[in-house]
């Protein structure tokens, strides 16, 4: 029998733009709550794992040094906006190969601003718009639209339903409510995204204490996978300069993974947080998850499952649309939401009866993961 790990304890620094503090100080705002919450102290846990991309060399250990609780392996995880979820992946592994009992992972960022820039995309790749950029996001939508029935309402629509869901969220840095008319009508960036369907990198933490045993929260499964050559408006990115349209992208092969891992599959989940770097981000989750079929996201949401009063609700948090992506907090920061709606402490924007989650990142084209949670 599998070892079972539960949450026991989470903590949040809330999202948003922080001029008078450092990435430490974030990060130690997340780690004092997580631990208060799990009612641990210093020597309560036996090994950190840190998610960051643009924090420097060693950022966990900075964090933990200034708490005065070193000493344990610290591990340094960045895999772009999956480095959290990456980091809890490998804590997961790490109690369940029997080597610890009870280990921290926690992620913090504090983003340049503008567009997101990384050495992992060659110079051509960037130019051609086939980095993490808005003109890729923006060729994405297209074939989107193309593909799935998606149509520019239902793009303005996604920033509606997750901006309405942010009202709610003290922790996400935009808490405002828009009308599907000034969604459309915000700055075009890249046709056919406007501004309000894109969100915005910025700054934030979340940690979380995991626990070896079943109480509680629940982690069901943990699945981390790569990307295959394929598709070059695929989110695996024309990295051996191959087109290939029949290679899962590597959310499929993550989701196949969690699912078989948890027994269960996507009709069982009650509530989701999904990448939603833009609008169209979000309906391409839909089926790459397969919480419908291909070429079916549009009239998916259109049916309104994804709504909070549907039958499964999509980014109650208010996604990163309206938390904004501090990308190694963002992972984690869903896996939190998650833990408490199933612990029916999400307050207004709680989904009732919700006992099953599903979170999912994608990171930097590379890296997809998917965490089930149960309670």
């Given amino acids: 029998m599998s070892v079972e790990v539960s949450i026991a304890g989470v903590g949040m ?3 948003g733009r922080f001029d008078d503090k450092s990435v430490v100080d974030l990060g130690v705002h997340a780690l004092r709550q997580a631990l208060e919450d799990a009612g641990i102290e210093r020597g309560g846990f036996q090994a950190a794992y840190c998610g960051t991309v643009y924090s420097g060399v ?3 250990h900075k964090v933990l040094t200034a708490m005065g609780m070193t000493g344990m392996p610290i591990v340094n995880v960045e895999a772009g ?9 490998l804590g997961v592994g790490a109690i369940r190969s029997g080597r610890y009992d009870t280990v921290l992972v926690f992620g913090m960022e504090k983003m340049p601003r503008g567009i997101i820039r990384s050495s992992f995309f060659e110079p051509w790749r960037e130019e051609a718009g086939l980095a993490v950029t808005p003109a890729y996001f923006a060729l994405r939508a297209q074939r989107l639209m193309l593909e799935s029935g998606v149509t520019r309402r239902m793009l303005a629509e996604v920033s509606v339903k997750n901006h309405a869901n942010g009202v709610h969220n003290p922790d996400a840095m935009f808490r ?4 599907v008319e000034q969604v459309l009508d915000s700055k075009m960036v890249c046709d056919p995204l406007t501004l309000f369907m894109l969100c915005s990198p910025n700054e934030g933490a979340a940690a979380i204490v995991l626990r070896r045993g079943a109480s509680g929260t629940t982690i069901a499964a ?12 695929g989110e695996h990115t024309p990295l051996a300069g191959l087109i290939d349209d029949t290679a899962p992208p590597p959310t499929t092969l993550a989701a196949t993974a969690a699912f078989e891992e948890a027994g269960i599959g996507p ?4 509530v989701c947080e999904v990448q939603d770097t ?13 919480l419908c079929g291909a070429g079916e996201a549009g009239a998916f949401f259109a049916s309104g499952h994804t709504q909070m009063t549907g039958r499964l609700p999509v980014n109650p948090s208010g996604g990163l649309l309206s938390k904004g992506e501090p990308l190694g907090a963002s992972g984690l920061g869903q896996v939190i939401e998650l833990h408490r709606h199933l612990r029916g402490e ?7 009866g919700a006992k099953v989650g599903l979170a999912h990142t994608v990171g930097r084209g590379a890296n997809a993961s998917v965490v089930i949670l149960k309670q």
């Fill in 13 to 15: 620094h809330p999202f």
């Fill in 58 to 60: 060693a950022a966990g």
């Fill in 81 to 89: 906006c999956a480095s959290g979820a990456a980091a809890l992946d």
């Fill in 176 to 179: 405002k409510q828009f009308t």
């Fill in 222 to 233: 943990s699945a981390l996978r790569s990307h295959l050559p394929g598709s070059v408006l």
């Fill in 267 to 270: 009709e069982d989940i009650h």
């Fill in 278 to 290: 833009d609008s169209a981000r979000e309906l391409n989750s839909y089926e790459e998850l397969g």
């Fill in 346 to 352: 999400a307050g207004p924007r709680q989904v009732q």
